[in-house]
């Protein structure tokens, strides 16, 4: 918070100042790094709860600090592996997300995506999933026109986002067919039968033998 105060007041102006706010910044940012991974490994070892809680105060106050360093991009990704696991599926999947698009973006700028491009886009489906299934507890959907297509909740539409996310960059992942198949039956429960048929299709064709290839 002070180095963001500093550098908005715009007070530091002569060369001496401006290295030693840079050296402030280095050091915080090292120093707010190694606390959360520690925190997190302690956690890993102990599942102490709260110790879980500290890294994710520290995991987040990084992000917000220093969201374009170097390390931000893994400082992430343990972040909502953290989220993950302390079973925060919102967040977490919130978090591979922002990992899995970014990602996607160098891919399409023909950049080389991060390590954790594949990790994240199977990841940000699971998340989502677990999230889009205590829909199902709640979930009242009216009496409907079948060939009227209807809105997709949010809790699915994102699920569906990460899903064909997925399909698109990942075609030969180890989960391609079934989140392929998940994509599907969202659309079809809510009546968007083109796409659904399409990805359906797709699945029964390439993948005769699968599992789920009998249901497509």
């Given at each position: 918070k002070?180095?963001?105060?500093?550098?908005?007041?715009?007070?530091?102006?002569?060369?001496?100042?401006?290295?030693?706010?840079?050296?402030?910044?280095?050091?915080a940012e090292n120093t707010l790094r190694t606390?959360?991974?520690q925190y997190h490994n302690e956690y890993r070892k102990a599942r102490d709860e709260?110790?879980?809680?500290?890294?994710a105060e520290v995991y987040e106050d990084y992000l917000a600090i220093f969201p374009d360093t170097f390390h931000a991009y893994e400082m992430r990704f343990f972040f909502a592996e953290l989220l993950f696991a302390l079973e925060k599926y919102q967040r977490a999947g919130d978090e591979y997300t922002t990992i899995a698009v970014a990602d996607a973006k160098a891919v399409e700028e023909k950049k080389k995506p991060g390590k954790y491009f594949?990790?994240?886009?199977?990841?940000s489906v699971y998340a989502y999933d677990l999230v889009a299934k205590k829909l199902d507890e709640t979930e009242k959907r009216p009496a409907?026109?079948?060939?009227?297509?209807?809105?997709?909740?949010k809790p699915r539409q994102q699920l569906l986002d990460a899903c064909l996310r997925y399909v698109k960059y990942a075609p030969r992942g180890d989960k391609?067919?079934?989140?392929?198949?998940?994509?599907?039956?969202?659309?079809?429960r809510y009546n968007w039968f083109g796409e659904a048929?399409?990805?359906?299709?797709?699945?029964a064709l390439d993948h005769p033998r699968h599992e789920v290839a009998g249901y497509a």
């Open positions: 002070m180095l963001r105060d500093i550098d908005a007041s715009k007070t530091v102006t002569d060369e001496k100042g401006t290295k030693q706010l840079e050296e402030a910044r280095v050091a606390l959360a991974v709260p110790v879980a809680g500290l890294a594949a990790d994240a886009l199977e990841n409907s026109d079948p060939k009227q297509r209807q809105a997709i909740p391609a067919v079934e989140v392929t198949y998940k994509a599907a039956n969202i659309y079809y048929t399409d990805l359906f299709t797709r699945v």
